[in-house]
């Protein structure tokens, strides 16, 4: 499941990178606040034992072929989110320096995809919230699986999302997501397992190893984690399937126009600074009205023909939807934030 | 467990390639980084279907395995070891592009098998480029560089300890196998519950060991901080690398040299 570099545009490449490396920062700072030090030998050595875990391969009954551990969910459940974090990115840029198994510039997406996931989505909303403070055999099977299963799909759709961005492959989007989505669901499965099996190793041999203490959690007085995730997950099924539901009439303003001069949309002046701005604007929109761009000629004039129907099933409107909502979303939460830290400046 | 054992082997030789003394290992590392990410960008950002524009950029790679004394042929060997993912991906290109793109003489080329060249030229680059980062480098150097350049101290103590625990877990992890192995007769296969009881049993020794390395580093005075001491001065010679090199990758990025070529050949024979 490693990106290769060959399939990726610097644009995303780039972006991953960022994101990575900021949820590098993030998890650093966090550790620094948790004086455990005796985490700094330990997060090395797992580290090191995902690795050499990785290179025991057991046979998987019935097919024939052999499967392995991949361990972002096993070293969340011994670390915490943060430590697991940095201890994944570490064995994937080691994979990456040493073996070639993941590009330099795909690192970023390659931690995000199979390191980010794992520790800050499938551990603390679905393996904590499943498992709480009482780890017994049953829970910590349905945790791990759960958790698992859902860190690899997604995952393995942020490859797909990434592929298909970078438009180095031709394989289009709907094909490759059927490809990856059900080999990630057996390989999610197979990983649950054998995390559960784990987890319930130590917890028979060392319990004390699982149990966290409260301390960070006491000092959380009210968090409204819950309600921004509650808003983002709106945000994405809104944009993503509900877009398509939109209506394809003309809304109120269009229909004024129309009725007046019989199109939907005045023709803006090419000259002097409508034009200037006109053409930055079709330069720099990606997806030019909430869908992807047509491309010219007559494959052009057949996709406009598909375009009847509603709903209008479209890829690229979902895109757009999700797109306009994070950045909307990240937006809203920088003016939040930027407007309580000047109160707060204010007061203080 | 022949896995394990090569994996170990391989480590260990590309840690010994890179403490050579060459020209190119006595580059700064942060220069060595920096050189090494522009150039997988600059491959990285061409259009899907460039091949001849490519080919110029090999003059990166062969340029440093020259001047670091670095083995091709193994490198070459673990580039191929590595291709099966953007193999396997970019087999599907000839597949669903069938629109012929390029006559070869006779033959006509799909866009298709264009951009699977491509993808498979792009893949060579930017794979013997990381290998030759950290063959020319040594993890200890990169590591610095990275740290220097603004990594998270947190994150470089990690891959240097993850790095040298390598080695002594998979030792570990090896002893394991080995002694199961031996005591399976037919021995077809690790089945799911004697591999779960062996992680089980490789992680319980792990922290084991990770309680007494911790001890050790205590009763060395270890008091929670780590201290990467060693000066890197940026000389001249770094300078002139990463900006000759950088140079040179944006102009290829400009200009075709193969079609330059080409032409000035195809001229000087008419």
């Not at chain 1, 990456?96 to 198994?101: N, P, S, T, V």
């Not at chain 2, 001047?67 to 070459?76: D, R």
């Not at chain 2, 592009?97 to 491509?118: E, M, N, Q, Y």
Request: glycine residues 12%; aromatic residues 10%; hydrophobic residues 50%.
């Amino acid at each position: 499941m490693h990106m290769a570099d060959a399939l990726i545009s610097p644009a995303v490449g780039g972006a991953m990178w960022a994101a990575s490396a900021g949820l590098t920062a993030y998890s650093a700072k966090k550790l620094k606040q948790d004086l455990d030090e005796h985490r700094v030998p330990l997060m090395g050595v797992l580290g090191a034992f995902i690795f050499a875990a990785q290179m025991i391969n057991f046979t998987i009954p019935g097919t024939g072929s052999s499967g392995h551990l991949a361990g972002g969910m096993l070293l969340a459940i011994l670390l915490g989110p943060a430590a697991a974090f940095l201890v994944m990115a570490s064995v994937l840029t080691i994979q990456a320096l040493f073996f070639g198994d993941g590009g330099l510039l795909a690192l970023g997406c390659n931690i995000i995809n199979m390191g980010g996931v794992a520790c800050f989505i499938g551990y603390p909303l679905i393996y904590k919230k499943i498992v709480r403070q009482q780890p017994t055999p049953g829970r910590i099977l349905l945790g791990t699986m759960v958790a698992s299963i859902l860190a690899l799909q997604m995952g393995a759709f942020g490859v797909v999302l990434e592929t298909r961005f970078s438009g180095i492959s031709e394989l289009p989007f709907s094909t490759f997501l059927l490809l990856m989505q059900p080999i990630h669901l057996a390989i999610g499965i197979v990983e649950g397992l054998i995390t559960a099996a784990v987890v319930s190793f130590v917890w028979k041999a060392h319990p004390e190893i699982l149990i966290q203490t409260p301390s960070v959690a006491a000092a959380r007085v009210h968090s409204h984690k819950p309600l921004v995730l509650g808003l983002a997950l709106f945000a994405v099924v809104a944009g993503g399937a509900l877009s398509w539901f939109a209506s394809t009439h003309p809304d109120g303003l269009e229909w004024a126009i129309k009725g007046v001069t019989g199109k939907e949309e005045l023709e803006a002046p090419r000259a002097g600074a409508h034009g200037v701005l006109s053409r930055i604007q079709e330069k720099f929109s990606f997806l030019p009205d909430y869908d992807f761009k047509k491309p010219e000629g007559d494959a052009g004039e057949k996709e406009a023909k598909k375009e009847e129907g509603w709903p209008h099933v479209s890829r690229g409107r979902s895109l757009a939807g999700i797109l306009g909502a994070a950045m909307t979303l990240l937006l809203a939460g920088l003016i939040g934030f930027g407007l309580r830290r000047y109160s707060s400046h204010q007061k203080g | 467990m022949a896995n394990i054992a090569s994996s170990l082997l391989n480590l260990g030789y590309l840690e010994t390639l890179s403490y050579q003394q060459t020209p190119l290992h006595r580059l700064d590392p942060r220069v060595k980084l920096l050189t090494t990410l522009a150039f997988i960008i600059a491959v990285v950002s061409f259009g899907k279907y460039e091949i001849t524009a490519l080919i110029p950029y090999f003059l990166y790679p062969v340029a440093l395995i020259a001047v670091g004394n670095l083995p091709p042929g193994y490198l070459a060997r673990k580039v191929l070891l590595a291709a099966p993912f953007a193999f396997f991906l970019g087999i599907f290109n000839p597949l669903l592009d069938r629109g012929v793109l390029v006559h070869l003489g006779p033959v006509g080329l799909s866009g298709g098998w264009v951009s699977f060249a491509s993808i498979m030229l792009r893949f060579t680059l930017t794979v013997s480029a990381a290998l030759i980062l950290i063959a020319g480098t040594g993890l200890n150097a990169v590591c610095l560089g990275l740290e220097k350049l603004g990594a998270p101290r947190r994150f470089v103590v990690q891959l240097l300890f993850l790095y040298r625990y390598i080695f002594v877990l998979t030792e570990e992890a090896l002893r394991l196998v080995r002694a199961r192995t031996l005591r399976s007769f037919q021995g077809r296969g690790l089945g799911f519950t004697v591999f779960t009881s062996m992680i089980g049993q490789l992680l319980l020794r792990t922290l084991a060991r990770a309680r007494r390395i911790h001890l050790a580093m205590l009763s060395r005075g270890f008091s929670g901080k780590i201290h990467l001491i060693r000066p890197l001065h940026l000389q001249g010679r770094d300078v002139a690398f990463f900006l000759g090199w950088t140079a040179l990758f944006g102009l290829l990025r400009l200009y075709n040299l193969s079609e330059v070529l080409g032409n000035a050949l195809a001229g000087l024979i008419k």
